[in-house]
Nanobody, 117 residues
């Protein structure tokens, strides 16, 4: 059973919005900070947001003020609301435990976000 299942990506015009969803196992949802990561074409995977079980947040400078993470205890889910999207936000988005990228050995399939006119 996959521990992280991402969904919600799609094609959106610049300035548009999308909400990504991440379904987690209950144990991870309760105990672990969850990060959102993205991999743009030709670039390394990077962490863009983190939300802790206590509702603490971190955002990369590139998405600060435009992206917002949230938690849904009823569904063991974490969301990433993305607004004012830019072409440079294009990439495959993943969720996982909030850890350095190099330390993560197992990833979900991710969800593709394409920002283009």
């Amino acid at each position: 059973q996959a521990q992280f299942v991402e969904s919600g990506g799609g094609l959106v015009q610049p300035g548009g919005s999308l909400r990504l969803s991440c379904e987690l196992s209950p144990n991870i949802f309760r105990a672990k900070a969850v990060g959102w990561y993205r991999q743009a074409p030709g670039l390394q995977r990077e962490q863009v947001a983190t939300i802790s079980p206590r509702g603490l947040f971190w955002y990369a400078d590139s998405v600060q003020g435009r992206f917002a993470a949230s938690r849904d205890p009823a569904n063991n889910a974490v969301y990433l609301q993305m607004s004012s999207l830019k072409p440079e936000d294009t990439g495959v988005y993943y969720c996982n435990e909030a850890r350095p990228v190099a330390s993560i050995t197992s990833w979900g399939q991710g969800t593709q976000v394409t920002v283009s006119s």
